[in-house]
Every structure is written in C-alpha cells, then in structure tokens.
C-alpha cells in the first residue's frame, strides 16, 4: 500500500455523517506518506487533516509508521497509549500498490464503490498537528499477489462505536470482528508511483503496456 487516494463527493459523507462539518474536505488523487488526508478523530463532528505516517517520537523525516497489523497495535510499545485514547478514521476513495512480479502499479477500491473508513490511531505532534497510523490486516488471497496488507474498512456501526473511544478490549473485540472487504483492483498508470503526481488520470484503467519505470517514494 504505497499511496491513497481521496476524492470523496459530499453526497458520500453525508449517509454516514449527515451532520458533520464538510468546508474543510480535501481532494487528493494521489497521497503520499507525511501529506494531508481527511480524518476524524474521537466522536468530533468534522473533519480535520492528519499527515499520514508521519512519527511524532523521531526527529528523522525519513522514519514513518504508515500502518500497523490491528492486532498488534495495542501490543506495541509504539502505539501502546495511543491506542487507549487515540482512535479515530482515515477517509479515502481508493490506494494503490505495486505489483513487483508484473512490476505495473494497482488502483484497489471497495467492489461496492461505497469509500473507505479506515480506523486508525493518532498522535500530536509538537506542532499541534495530527499524525496517524492506519490498522490493517493481511491482503486477502486475491490482493496478495499486489499487496502485503489491506486497509481495515468500518461500516457506519462500526465508525461510530470506534469514535466512542470504547475500552481496550471492546476496540480490539470490535477490530477483531470486522469481516474483510470485497474489492475490485485495476491497472492505473505508472505515474500512481510518482511521489507528488496527482491527476485524475489515476482513477482511469490503464491500458498502457510501456515499460516506464516509476520512481518509487519513500
């Protein structure tokens, strides 16, 4: 999973959050790690950005946590307490990844077309800023062969509960019970690996069978 995409109509949020606060919605076809991507933390009604993968506890800009196994984050020194009392949601549409064997790059989004809600941990960086961690699972048999990992994805139930900042062993029982995601997967350009490209030509089926090496980010 080595970049997001967000390019979320409003009509997408409000089914799940009729009353949340929209002016602050970003569109993104291609995110990469330590950029912008809309968040909600706890049960605040808006959204906010958080940077994606960036570690508060390193002065390295290089060093990111992009995402950790769901069952392992409450285990981990790293994510111990913020796990406790930092949960939250990634919005997204869409991420990408790299097919090493075909070495052509992947768009993956949910078969229902509906957007991700992605649990997620958060810190505060020392600039009042948001960093997050993303909870992910195993890729299921069909994206093993793209991907290493798959995103965790919440139902409205789900979000809300999440949001509730539930006790350690109702958040892990509640990551634990979610059931894997039906998706749908598409060649996309090469340039989805260009760190900083960002163009609606990503979100096109890719027929292209040029050897263009993409330069990969991170």
């Known amino acids: 999973m080595q970049r997001l995409s967000s390019i979320i109509p409003n009509k997408e949020i409000y089914p799940t959050f009729a009353e949340i606060d929209l002016h602050q919605l970003i569109h993104s076809y291609g995110i990469d790690l330590h950029h912008p991507v809309n ?60 097919n090493a064997r075909e070495r052509v790059p992947y768009r993956i989004c949910l078969e229902s077309g509906a957007i991700f809600w992605v649990p997620m941990i958060y810190f505060k960086l020392p600039d009042d800023r948001v960093s997050f961690t993303m909870l992910v699972r195993e890729a299921q048999q069909d994206l093993a062969n793209i991907t290493e990992v798959e995103p965790l994805s919440f139902s409205r139930e789900e979000v809300m509960t999440w949001l509730g900042n539930p006790p350690v062993e109702e958040a892990i029982h509640l990551l634990r019970s979610n059931e894997p995601a039906e998706y749908r997967s598409s060649r996309t350009s090469n340039k989805a690996m260009i760190a900083g490209f960002d163009d609606k030509i990503l979100h096109q089926t890719s027929t292209n069978s040029s050897s263009e090496e993409p330069s990969l980010f991170g």
């Open 39 to 98: 968040v909600i933390l706890n049960r605040e009604s808006k959204i906010e950005t958080g940077i994606w993968g960036l570690n508060p506890s390193s002065k390295r800009e290089d060093i990111h946590l992009p995402y950790v196994e769901y069952d392992r984050a409450h285990l981990k020194p790293t994510f111990r307490m913020v796990f406790r009392e930092n949960k939250g949601i990634a919005i997204m549409d869409s991420f990408y990844a790299w």
